[in-house]
């Protein structure tokens, strides 16, 4: 399984303790992904960020639904990889 979180360069120089607002999910739990694909839109600090597929896949999670916010680092979903 691969965790499917926000960049860490979007968090650059963004202060440890705020949350990134997860805008509205593409995608849904068991949907097959490619690589690259956009599956998320989130919000940090009034700028709107992408969430791309890392792997070509299957959403196997969602776990920060739209309208939640995450901390720096947490995965908002789990993709389980194709080969």
Do not use: C, Y
Request: glycine share 6%; no cysteine.
């Amino acid at each position: 399984m691969t965790a499917i979180t926000l960049s860490a360069d979007a968090w650059k120089d963004i202060d440890l303790t705020t949350e990134a607002l997860v805008d509205k999910w593409l995608v849904a739990e068991g949907d097959t992904v490619h690589a690259g694909q956009l599956l998320a839109n989130v919000v940090l600090v009034k700028t709107n960020q992408d969430i791309m597929a890392p792997a070509d896949g299957r959403v196997e999670k969602i776990l920060v639904q739209a309208g939640e916010t995450f901390a720096q680092g947490k995965p908002i979903a789990m993709l389980k990889e194709t080969s």
